[in-house]
């Protein structure tokens, strides 16, 4: 079990740190990105279980491939990824996700655009009654809307939303799993899910300060795969941290 979790913790670093890289040489060819952390909470619900809390940390990393034009509407090439690692990992989910995506500057303080973004959750397993039950990790296809508005004096305060409805995941044995056995029941079957993130934050310079509040749902309809509801689960999530921007 430690091992596990052990080879889990040192990917995501490892991926960190791909992104960091990334954003570097980014700053080295006249680019922008950032790079920041997040500290909060976050609360997790399964089914009808009771609600738990963690502490919870959130690192993002974003460059810009390639810079848009806003008189020819030519939109900027964004990439980038994050990991979030909670304390409490037997109640709450590791996660790691990937992007890319197009952002088009419509006004000097207001972008859009869209993520294409690989969003994977190591999903814990839960105890009802003195017994384990394990879920299977979810990969997911995401392709969130993204919102940015800057505003006050010098546009430094900036307003940051996503949000998108879920495609169906697909299931994969691997970190819940692994150390508590692969679950025998079948794959339930998807309903509907989404999620829903919000920022305010203020850019100091080189470095922005901001906090965050999302929440996310997935459903899934009762049957074999999803006894009890247990694979329904909603997360919300608070955080405040700081970035560099380069």
């Given at each position: 079990m430690k091992l596990?979790?052990?080879?889990?913790?040192?990917?995501?670093?490892?991926r960190v740190c791909l992104i960091f890289l990334a954003a570097v040489a980014a700053y080295g060819q006249g680019q922008r990105g950032n790079l920041g952390i997040d500290l909060g909470q976050t609360s997790d619900r399964f089914g009808g279980l009771s609600r738990t809390t963690s502490a919870?940390?959130?690192?993002?990393?974003?460059?810009?491939?390639?810079?848009?034009?806003?008189?020819?509407?030519?939109?900027?090439?964004?990439?980038?990824?994050?990991?979030?690692?909670?304390?409490d990992t037997k109640n709450h989910a590791n996660e790691v996700s990937l992007f890319g995506g197009l952002m088009f500057r419509f006004k000097p303080s207001f972008s859009a655009g869209f993520h294409v973004q690989v969003h994977?959750?190591?999903?814990?397993?839960?105890?009802?009654?003195?017994?384990?039950?394990?879920?299977?990790?979810?990969?997911?296809?995401?392709?969130?809307l993204v919102l940015e508005y800057k505003f006050g004096p010098g546009k430094h305060?900036?307003?940051?939303?996503?949000?998108?409805?879920?495609?169906?995941?697909?299931?994969?044995a691997g970190y819940g799993a692994s150390y508590a056995g692969?679950?025998?029941?079948?794959?339930?079957?998807?309903?509907?899910?989404?999620?829903?993130?919000?920022?305010?934050?203020?850019?100091?310079?080189k470095w922005y300060a901001k906090g965050t509040y999302e929440t996310r749902y997935f459903k899934f309809t009762p049957g074999p795969g999803n006894p009890s509801n247990f694979y329904n689960w909603r997360t919300d999530m608070v955080t405040g941290g700081v970035g560099l921007v380069f």
């Open positions: 596990c979790k052990t080879l889990v913790v040192k990917t995501m670093m490892v919870v940390g959130d690192v993002y990393g974003q460059l810009v491939v390639k810079q848009g034009k806003q008189k020819d509407g030519s939109p900027s090439i964004v990439a980038g990824g994050e990991v979030r690692f909670p304390v994977k959750l190591y999903v814990p397993p839960s105890i009802v009654d003195n017994q384990t039950f394990n879920r299977n990790n979810f990969e997911l296809l995401e392709v969130p305060t900036f307003v940051q939303a996503q949000g998108a409805p879920e495609f169906r995941p697909r299931f994969r692969a679950t025998p029941l079948p794959n339930p079957a998807f309903d509907h899910a989404y999620f829903v993130r919000g920022s305010l934050g203020y850019l100091f310079g």
